[in-house]
């Protein structure tokens, strides 16, 4: 038992005690400070996530009971103009989702290039000096990167398409820089999944032959798809939630339209350019923004769930 003495008897044949063993637990003071710590960070965020809730949906429910508001017609209807009565988000919805499509068309190719060439390519030097290099653009503000797709890129986009065709305010533009705004995060995560897949398949594709882009192609892309995806939609849910770029390059008109040559108001930017104004508390106005984005918020939520899906699903485990 750990309260007994201990009898000992040394070469000479003295008998000694030695005191009991003690092996109950230690407290650690450190260890239980910083697992509280942690505890209440965890805690924290789920109460923040559940007063956003909270909000968002006691507002929205303030919008949904005035009797100009028809629930059919908020999901059915093409106008949105709540000066005259009009509530149909799908003006606002077509041009989000149409931006994020652009972005997701620019980002997965040259982010998943890129974590392609930093995990089967680079050397230590080079990964370690490119991949912060290209964290930096997650850390540009993004009204810097709205006003470069005002100035920059809509300007070469208007001379390659021509003036008539490309307005000033397009979702072309906005989708573009969105585009480049979320490549690191595609980079990042894809690059992390590609480098988890154990050495031995590539030490294998080697054995059987393959070239160092054939392993990476057929071998090495394919066993970290499940993260490549999740990758993907994470960056899909960023763009969905965007500002600053669409509200100052996609324009403020929320039209129906599935030319990106034309204006469209995304949702984040309808909500940027409406509380900007003079409202009143209670008003319509006011309470149709907690409506938008409680849509905004349910999107945003499928697209983490399924990220989480398709993980769990289709991840690799490797003994």
């Given at each position: 038992?750990?309260?007994?003495?201990?009898?000992?008897?040394?070469?000479?044949?003295?008998?000694?005690?030695r005191p009991p063993l003690d092996?109950?637990?230690?407290?650690?003071?450190?260890?239980?400070?910083?697992?509280?710590?942690?505890?209440?960070?965890?805690?924290?965020?789920?109460?923040?996530?559940?007063?956003?809730?909270?909000?968002?949906?006691?507002?929205?429910?303030?919008?949904?009971?005035?009797?100009?508001?028809?629930?059919?017609?908020?999901?059915?209807?093409?106008?949105?103009?709540?000066?005259?009565g009009k509530f149909g988000i799908?003006?606002?919805?077509?041009?989000?989702?149409?931006?994020?499509?652009?972005?997701?068309?620019?980002?997965?190719?040259?982010?998943?290039?890129?974590?392609?060439?930093?995990?089967?390519?680079?050397?230590?030097?080079?990964?370690?000096?490119?991949?912060?290099?290209?964290?930096?653009?997650?850390?540009?503000?993004?009204?810097?990167?709205?006003?470069?797709?005002?100035?920059?890129?809509?300007?070469?986009?208007?001379?390659?398409?021509?003036?008539?065709?490309?307005?000033?305010?397009?979702?072309?533009?906005?989708?573009?820089?969105?585009?480049?705004?979320?490549?690191?995060?595609?980079?990042?995560?894809?690059?992390?999944?590609?480098?988890?897949?154990?050495?031995?398949?590539?030490?294998?594709?080697?054995?059987?032959?393959?070239?160092?882009?054939?392993?990476?192609?057929?071998?090495?892309?394919?066993?970290?798809?499940?993260?490549?995806?999740?990758?993907?939609?994470?960056?899909?849910?960023?763009?969905?939630?965007?500002?600053?770029?669409?509200?100052?390059?996609?324009?403020?008109?929320?039209?129906?339209?599935?030319?990106?040559?034309?204006?469209?108001?995304?949702?984040?930017?309808?909500?940027?350019?409406?509380?900007?104004?003079?409202?009143?508390?209670?008003?319509?106005?006011?309470?149709?923004?907690?409506?938008?984005?409680?849509?905004?918020?349910?999107?945003?939520?499928?697209?983490?769930?399924?990220?989480?899906?398709?993980?769990?699903?289709?991840?690799?485990?490797?003994?």
């Amino acid at each position: 038992m750990a309260d007994q003495a201990r009898v000992a008897t040394d070469p000479g044949g003295t008998v000694t005690t030695r005191p009991p063993l003690d092996l109950r637990r230690r407290p650690r003071i450190g260890e239980a400070i910083i697992q509280f710590i942690l505890f209440a960070c965890g805690l924290t965020s789920i109460f923040v996530t559940l007063g956003i809730v909270y909000v968002l949906g006691k507002e929205s429910l303030l919008f949904f009971r005035d009797p100009t508001v028809s629930l059919v017609d908020f999901f059915t209807t093409t106008i949105w103009q709540p000066s005259i009565g009009k509530f149909g988000i799908l003006p606002l919805v077509n041009a989000t989702l149409m931006t994020s499509l652009i972005a997701m068309l620019v980002a997965i190719p040259l982010g998943l290039g890129a974590a392609i060439y930093l995990a089967e390519y680079a050397s230590e030097r080079a990964r370690g000096i490119l991949k912060p290099i290209l964290e930096l653009l997650a850390g540009v503000p993004t009204v810097v990167y709205g006003y470069f797709a005002l100035t920059f890129v809509t300007p070469i986009l208007r001379s390659v398409f021509g003036q008539d065709t490309v307005e000033i305010y397009n979702d072309l533009s906005a989708g573009i820089v969105v585009g480049i705004l979320i490549i690191p995060i595609v980079a990042t995560l894809s690059e992390d999944a590609l480098s988890a897949v154990p050495t031995a398949l590539r030490q294998a594709a080697f054995g059987l032959g393959a070239t160092k882009f054939e392993t990476a192609v057929h071998v090495v892309v394919p066993s970290a798809l499940s993260g490549i995806v999740a990758a993907g939609i994470i960056a899909m849910s960023r763009a969905v939630g965007e500002t600053m770029v669409v509200a100052l390059a996609a324009g403020a008109s929320p039209n129906f339209t599935f030319n990106p040559f034309k204006p469209a108001e995304t949702m984040t930017g309808h909500i940027a350019r409406i509380s900007g104004g003079d409202l009143s508390y209670g008003t319509i106005d006011y309470t149709s923004i907690f409506a938008i984005g409680l849509i905004l918020f349910v999107i945003t939520m499928v697209l983490n769930i399924l990220s989480r899906w398709v993980v769990q699903r289709f991840r690799e485990v490797y003994e």
